[in-house]
């Protein structure tokens, strides 16, 4: 390596050049695709320690620093005990790198359960953190949206998702600059008796904590609002965030297949179809996901990306510039120092600040 690295988890500031662990195996194309990604973010400046089979990485050049590293556990069905047991996996590898200071950040192709996992066990929760949660802004044209979590815990508490809140504000603050964002619970209706007994404790906790908060509590939020503009911040579960995720993206897709399909069907479609060729090029590009690179996996000790298993190269290459740049804006520890300052870390004995709970976190 030319640079130097330093050692996050001493709390030393990084280097202006920050190199990005990334996780080759678990891609839907293969570790080749990621390396080829991996190759375009190392083009665009990055620079990248990648964990994967060298006999299928092949040299992606400049900037990549290849680690044979052929075991993964990205389809393990207990991801926490493969995690610990398999110390030569991929991802184990990735994360062992950010937690030792080789690198500022982990990117995970595929397998949110190891990557998760290999965060807790080797990067380590952030001090006050219970559960660490996917973030991921939404590509809605004409505003920002950022969902979270989106997958990284199953099942939440109240204080979880008051966490979260204080979180995904300190997030759309940091990396889109909005100030004062609005915040907004995800619920089966807009009125505060409504949604699950979860959702009507976080939503009355919220609401004590408002006056003092960086951002502007505005309730509980439907479906239908997600994408509307109704808040820059939607709070829920893992559990719930993935199903809306996961929806929403294939209503994107069945809705961009059947514009194509209509411009093909006659002649006078083709037509018109070509006239809007250019506008329809450019929206596609707007509410691709690969152009968002992925979600923040936020509330370690230092900031992971996770991309979606499916994206391509271009994809795989947005979500490593993506963590470039949250390392160079130190994300991880803007987002902590404001949820430090609005008194949202909880207290943890010193001697259970690095030990058991971890364990339990990491089976989704």
Do not use: W
């Not at 299928?56 to 069905?77: F, L, N, R, T």
Request: glycine share 12%; aromatic share 4%; net charge neutral.
């Amino acid at each position: 390596m030319v640079v130097e690295r330093s050692n996050r988890q001493e709390g030393i500031t990084a280097p202006t050049q920050p190199v990005i662990a990334v996780d080759a195996n678990g891609a839907d194309l293969g570790p080749a695709e990621v390396a080829a990604g991996a190759a375009i973010a190392a083009q665009r400046g990055a620079r990248v320690l990648l964990f994967g089979p060298v006999e299928q990485i092949g040299a992606p050049g400049a900037g990549v620093e290849v680690i044979d590293a052929p075991v993964s556990i990205a389809k393990s069905a207990d991801p926490a005990r493969a995690a610990r047991s398999t110390p030569d996996a991929s991802i184990v590898q990735a994360a062992r790198a950010v937690a030792q200071g080789r690198a500022d950040a982990l990117v995970c192709a595929g397998g949110t359960g190891a990557a998760l996992a290999a965060g807790l066990f080797n990067i380590k929760r952030a001090r006050g953190i219970h559960r660490p949660a996917l973030a991921l802004p939404l590509p809605v044209p004409g505003h920002t949206v950022t969902l979270l979590d989106v997958g990284a815990n199953a099942e939440a508490r109240r204080e979880h998702l008051v966490q979260f809140a204080f979180m995904g504000a300190a997030l759309v603050g940091s990396v889109f600059g909005v100030q004062r964002p609005r915040v907004a619970l995800l619920s089966n209706g807009s009125e505060r008796e409504r949604g699950s007994a979860l959702v009507q404790e976080a939503h009355a906790e919220l609401l004590e904590r408002a006056a003092g908060a960086s951002f502007e509590f505005v309730g509980n939020v439907e479906g239908g609002d997600v994408l509307s503009g109704a808040a820059e911040v939607i709070v829920t579960d893992g559990f719930t965030g993935n199903i809306a995720l996961k929806l929403i993206e294939g209503v994107s897709s069945t809705v961009l297949g059947a514009v194509r399909h209509a411009a093909e069907s006659s002649i006078a479609s083709k037509l018109g179809g070509a006239l809007m060729m250019p506008s329809l090029r450019a929206f596609r590009a707007q509410i691709d996901p690969e152009g968002q690179g992925g979600a923040y996996l936020l509330g370690l000790r230092s900031l992971g990306v996770v991309p979606h298993g499916k994206f391509s190269r271009n994809g795989f290459a947005e979500a490593i510039l993506r963590a470039r740049r949250g390392a160079q804006e130190q994300i991880a520890e803007s987002t902590h120092a404001a949820l430090e300052s609005a008194g949202a870390l909880r207290s943890v004995p010193a001697d259970l600040a690095a030990s058991g709970p971890d364990a339990s976190l990491a089976t989704q």
